[in-house]
């Protein structure tokens, strides 16, 4: 009797887990090692891929660190509308960043001196904006939308480049247009449309 009354008490101090009743506690099957809770690691919060050429530690790029050069799209051209691209290389060391939309106003050819209006934007059909981070030697890409200036009633004048300017940059850059153009000799007429900065050409 005291034997029973023994194991009684033990199996009350032991929490007393009888035949048929359910288990308590650490329910880990055997041979296992048990761990604390814990929340799985989401794919989307590991940084398994990295930014680009750094751009959490790559500065704004500067207008003397940057190559300028403007392409003809014949191809999409026509209805008093053409189109060309601004690629800007990345000719310095180091990797810098470039983000939104590029101001142009063209140059006229004699005297070269800015005429007309800046340009405006043209919201990205293709890319939003972003921040690229250029790498040495490699690009970024504006699709510039452009108007002939014939078709506005304007006074027209020889153009022969365009200046550049992006965002926080006090000075613009100067590049040659690809072919000869007029522009308007009036503040009030847009003829140039500026699509946001994108790692590649635009594709109709």
Do not use: K
């Amino acid at each position: 009797m005291a034997v029973g009354l023994g194991c009684a008490a033990a199996l009350v101090l032991a929490g007393c887990a009888g035949p048929g009743s359910p288990p308590t506690g650490d329910v880990s099957p055997p041979g296992s090692t048990p761990t604390a809770a814990s929340t799985p690691t989401s794919p989307a919060t590991q940084s398994s891929t990295p930014a680009p050429a750094d751009s959490a530690s790559a500065g704004t790029c500067g207008s003397n660190q940057l190559a300028l050069s403007l392409q003809s799209r014949p191809q999409d051209s026509g209805m008093g509308n053409f189109y060309w691209d601004l690629r800007l290389t990345n000719t310095g060391p180091a990797a810098c960043t470039v983000e939104g939309y590029p101001v142009t106003t063209l140059v006229g050819a004699a005297p070269n001196v800015p005429v007309g209006s800046a340009s405006d934007t043209e919201p990205g059909r293709w890319y939003p904006v972003a921040v690229l981070a250029l790498a040495p030697g490699t690009s970024a890409y504006s699709l510039l939308h452009l108007g002939q200036a014939s078709a506005y009633g304007c006074p027209l004048v020889p153009v022969g480049a365009l200046d550049v300017t992006l965002p926080g940059w006090d000075t613009a850059s100067r590049v040659a247009t690809p072919n000869p153009i007029e522009g308007c000799d009036d503040d009030s007429t847009v003829l140039v449309r500026t699509g946001p900065l994108a790692p590649a050409p635009v594709s109709f």
